[in-house]
């Protein structure tokens, strides 16, 4: 089968490196792709928001199957612009993206099913939003209802803060996003995510994960898209991972069907864990980045089954093999992300590396100058590691970032420690 991902960093990375290891994948290519992922598939330089140019691609390259990897070309209805023309595609509809698309439609959506979530409220307008803020407590969380990058979360921890964040979203600063904005009860416990295959009916969790959100050692300084993650996630006991399919991603996925928009591809479940009960944070509808990194380090060859049962609708007919092993991935970035970081610095010692279904490093923003590899991004490189245990994932891990001479990047050293302390 000739496969065709939109993408161009770990993640996709990652996904092309797993497919590629099953023999039914005959062409690959990855669109736009970068520089490592270049080593093991073609890559194609199109327009992934433009769903007319990527369906002629897949046709005249006689693409039998095609995996989105980001969100934005999925909320723009790329997946259904392949399906329209006959491609089988992994990947929800623009419909069923509202699940991460818009929170306001979320929080409808899990009081409809009656998942357990944060209280909220719903404004669209500064006004009414500030008078809200006055009768509720700190700390309180403001969310831009729309895509932000991830970005458009603020977790005021005074009045003041939290009228400030109310301004700066009505006032335009995160674009459209922040034209309608959600207001949130401050949820505490520990945060895991749960990755669910879901093919319009039927369910199959394909694995937990944790990422490290924050820039700094401790889980401190401003957010990152994440800094390194680890499966499976400890806190995500099979017990709550029980509750949370019964209680939040099933009664989610029934009501989509029930109006008409039933969900088909990944569906990563953020969640929050107190006392042992699952609450939902936030839906994405599609892989985490770095998280996607560790599962497919730990599924492999079998994420292209999945993935394609996925699309036609055969997931019940499919289960997980599971190894009683733990991934792990460092990510490498470029010094002063995610602020301002400068581009073109050479990365040396990435071919040395040993490359086995232990050790891999997947590029998430490379490319190459003068046969050199250079940074391209401000998440540059993710090292990414599978052992017996986390400590030996995470030593492995290290090992390899340890061999990489890079002199203008920067990663954490404490990958994995609320699962190890
Ligand atoms: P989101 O983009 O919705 O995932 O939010 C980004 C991060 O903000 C989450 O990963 C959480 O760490 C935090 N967060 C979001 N909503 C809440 C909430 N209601 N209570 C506590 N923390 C939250
Ligand atoms: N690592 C967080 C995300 O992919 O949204």
């Not at 929170?103 to 669209?124: L, M, R």
Request: proline share 4%; aromatic share 6%.
């Amino acid at each position: 089968m000739n496969i065709l991902i939109l993408g161009s960093g770990g993640r996709e990375h990652s996904l092309a490196w797993a497919v590629k290891q099953n023999p039914k994948c005959g062409r690959l290519i990855v669109a736009p792709g970068n520089a490592g992922i270049a080593w093991i598939a073609e890559c194609a330089d199109i327009d992934i928001m433009d769903g007319a140019a990527v369906v002629s691609f897949a046709e005249a390259n006689a693409m039998d199957f095609v995996i989105v990897g980001p969100e934005a070309p999925l909320a723009a209805g790329v997946a259904d612009r392949l399906r329209e023309a006959g491609i089988l595609t992994f990947g929800p509809s623009e419909a069923a993206s509202l699940l991460e698309a818009s929170k306001s439609f979320t929080k409808e959506i899990c009081d409809a099913a009656s998942a357990p979530t944060a209280g909220y409220a719903h404004f669209t307008d500064a006004d009414s939003a500030k008078a809200h803020l006055r009768e509720v407590g700190t700390p309180i969380v403001i969310k831009a209802d729309g895509l932000a990058a991830g970005k458009g979360v603020i977790i005021a921890e005074t009045q003041d803060e939290a009228l400030s964040a109310i301004d700066d979203m009505f006032g335009g600063a995160f674009g459209g996003a922040g034209a309608e904005v959600v207001i949130e009860e401050f949820m505490e416990g520990e945060e895991a995510s749960l990755f669910v295959l879901c093919d319009g009916e039927n369910v199959l969790s394909i694995g937990t994960a944790q990422d490290h959100k924050r820039v700094g050692e401790g889980d401190t300084g401003p957010n990152t898209g994440g800094m390194g993650a680890y499966s499976p996630a400890p806190v995500l006991s099979s017990k709550i991972e029980t509750r949370a399919m019964d209680e939040i991603v099933r009664p989610t996925m029934a009501e989509m069907a029930r109006r008409g928009t039933a969900f088909q591809g990944v569906l990563y479940a953020g969640l929050m864990i107190k006392d042992g009960q699952p609450r939902l944070v936030e839906y994405n509808v599609r892989f985490g980045d770095p998280e996607c990194q560790v599962l497919m380090m730990r599924l492999g060859a079998q994420a292209l089954d999945l993935m394609h049962a996925c699309a036609e609708g055969r997931l019940g007919e499919m289960s997980v093999t599971w190894a009683e092993d733990h991934a792990l991935t460092v990510v490498m970035a470029a010094k002063g992300y995610p602020g301002d970081y400068e581009k073109g610095s050479v990365i040396n010692g990435i071919e040395d590396a040993p490359e086995d279904s232990f050790h891999q490093i997947f590029h998430a923003g490379t490319a190459r100058r003068d046969g050199a590899i250079i940074a391209n991004g401000g998440r540059v490189l993710n090292v990414t590691a599978r052992g017996a245990s986390l400590i030996e994932a995470r030593d492995r891990a290290y090992g390899l970032a340890d061999a990489i001479d890079w002199p203008e990047g920067f990663f954490r050293r404490d990958i994995g420690w609320r699962a190890l302390s």
